[in-house]
């Protein structure tokens, strides 16, 4: 018998399927992510692919020539945006209420999602050279990260999920609906502080 869940990947004794709700949104989720998060026991990008009926996630570091993210970023019946904010981004609400020709681009949305540590997603960003000609979108104010268990180096750094959560809840008028990512990511990190010996977080983590 395996000791990790078919479901969430991770061990039994950490499965967050019981967390796990699901979400209904008109907005696709894209996560490219770096093959360095895949065995991470905190990640938090298959909270992400569990719960939204619509996200998509590809593991990878250089992601031009990718034969199934080519194809969708090809189709034109959608908007695509990166969440990566950088010198050119624009804040998502800018980027929602931009007019096409003097009409409102009523395209299903589309956000790209680079799971990965800044460095290494600032790498794949740099690799991925499908992704530049696409508009590159921030959220709208910087938001404080709760990953109480892997601290950013970066002010405003989240997790994916975290992201995710907050990217969705400016983007869609039922924010509300997303708040069970929240949640699952509260228990996993809540479940490996317990696991931690006593002390050790108090000492590196507050």
Not at 102 to 131: C, F, V
Not at 147 to 160: D, E, F, N, W
Request: charged share 20%; hydrophobic share 35%.
């Amino acid at each position: 018998m395996s000791r990790y869940c078919e479901t969430c990947g991770k061990a039994h004794r950490a499965c967050i399927c019981k967390t796990i709700s699901l979400i209904s949104s008109p907005i696709t989720v894209w996560i490219l992510q770096h093959p360095s998060e895949v065995n991470r026991a905190i990640g938090t990008a298959r909270i992400v692919t569990l719960s939204l009926s619509n996200a998509q996630l590809w593991v990878g570091e250089d992601f031009s020539e990718h034969n199934e993210l080519n194809q969708l970023l090809n189709d034109q019946t959608q908007r695509v945006a990166v969440l990566f904010p950088n010198d050119s981004s624009v804040t998502l609400n800018d980027w929602q209420q931009e007019d096409n020709i003097n009409q409102i681009d009523e395209r299903p949305l589309t956000l790209i999602l680079l799971d990965g540590t800044w460095k290494k997603a600032y790498k794949m960003w740099l690799l991925s050279h499908n992704l530049h000609s696409l508009p590159t979108v921030a959220l709208s104010e910087i938001m404080d990260g709760e990953y109480r268990i892997r601290k950013s180096p970066k002010a405003g750094g989240l997790s994916t999920v975290e992201a995710c959560y907050y990217a969705l809840s400016e983007l869609d008028a039922t924010a509300d609906r997303y708040q069970p990512l929240l949640t699952s990511f509260h228990a996993m990190i809540d479940f490996q502080i317990q696991q931690m010996p006593e002390g050790i977080f108090e000492r590196n983590y507050q």
